[in-house]
């Protein structure tokens, strides 16, 4: 079994910043893709940030520029960092960890950005 634990959600103004964390435990020998994903009410869970096991990243049109992810693979870990917020990137996020085929994922964390 794998668990993920994500931390550094929170409230932040306009044009601040947040660094969000997940570790992962359990029975894991490698990980391949890991990434973050978010979701509003009422809205599917979109894909924010990814990075692959060989480092390659990928990110949505709307956070290029401003949120940068990374992993620990020591640590079984991946953080994103997030400047430059804004009020539509109040969402719920949510960390993923893709092992041999099989996803798994964090209870989410709520980030919201102020006006």
């Known amino acids: 079994q794998v668990q993920l634990v994500e931390s550094g959600g929170g409230l932040v103004q306009t044009g601040g910043s947040l660094r969000l964390s997940c570790a992962a435990s359990?029975?894991?020998?490698?990980?391949?893709?890991m990434g973050w994903y978010r979701q509003g009410p009422g809205k599917q869970r979109e894909l924010v940030a990814l990075?692959?096991?060989?480092?390659?990243?990928n990110y949505a049109d709307s956070v290029k520029g401003r949120f940068t992810i990374s992993r620990d693979n020591a640590k079984n870990s991946v953080y994103l960092q997030m400047t430059s917020l804004k009020p539509e990137d109040t969402r719920i996020y949510y960390c993923?960890?893709?092992?041999?085929?099989?996803?798994?994922w964090g209870q989410g964390t709520q980030v919201t950005v102020s006006s």
């Open positions: 990075i692959t096991d060989s480092g390659s990243t």
């Open positions: 993923n960890i893709q092992i041999g085929g099989m996803y798994y």
């Open positions: 359990g029975s894991i020998f490698s990980i391949d893709a």
